[in-house]
């Protein structure tokens, strides 16, 4: 409930704010490209590998078995069609964005040794692995500057060893993720996309992004309270 009543709002803020970009013409879509029929299903096919181990995944959690599907297998599982059965298959790997691949891999990697050498527990207390407000506005104020991501990947850990509950979780999930909104720096996702964006010759700036983004966190922190006071 509270991701669907941020999503309402985040669409009437930017419609507020950018409301130029708003308008009824129709889309224009370009010049309609031929389709391999063959390519298509084979898509088809690892889309359809995708969602079913997602929902497998889904339901085995929910069933608590301890039985799950790790990410990796249900990634290479959707990615084996493509890979094994198309006769475009190395187009495809030519089109992968290795540099956003190794960005993420040298990041988790950077995390690990953070980690490994005890530099981020000791900035960290008791009380900011186990209160709720503390965990929220923590996630969000120190994802602006090492990213939602790794914030994540340093301070789980320390959440789980301190006896973390289902609620504090939660609460990392939703403070990471609404960190994102906040800057441009709050997630990596936010670079990748203006880097791409600025290959096709347009970029957003961070006062721009941040016009938003400031009025959207505020009123997402809000709207997460007061979920927590009926919950």
Request: a neutral charge; aromatic letters at 10%.
């Amino acid at each position: 409930m509270p991701t669907i009543v941020n999503l309402l709002i985040a669409f009437v803020l930017l419609k507020i704010l950018f409301k130029q970009e708003f308008h009824s013409r129709p889309l224009d879509h370009g010049v309609p490209v031929t389709c391999d029929t063959r390519f298509m299903q084979i898509c088809q096919c690892s889309l359809g590998i995708l969602i079913t181990l997602i929902a497998a995944n889904i339901v085995l959690s929910l069933s608590g078995s301890g039985v799950l599907v790790t990410l990796p297998v249900i990634a290479l599982c959707a990615a084996a069609p493509i890979l094994l059965l198309s006769n475009q298959r190395l187009k495809v790997i030519q089109n992968i964005d290795w540099c956003t691949l190794v960005f993420f891999a040298a990041m988790f990697v950077l995390m690990a040794s953070v980690w490994q050498s005890g530099f981020f527990q000791s900035f960290v207390n008791s009380s900011m692995v186990s209160s709720v407000p503390l965990i929220l506005t923590t996630s969000v104020i120190i994802s602006q500057f090492i990213s939602n991501v790794p914030f994540v990947a340093l301070f789980q850990p320390m959440i789980m060893q301190a006896g973390g509950s289902t609620g504090q979780l939660i609460t990392l999930a939703a403070g990471s993720t609404i960190a994102g909104n906040l800057t441009i720096l709050g997630a990596a996702s936010n670079v990748i996309i203006i880097q791409n964006a600025e290959k096709q010759g347009e970029t957003l700036t961070f006062w721009e992004f941040a016009r938003v983004g400031v009025p959207l966190t505020v009123i997402q922190v809000v709207v997460y309270w007061v979920f927590l006071a009926f919950v």
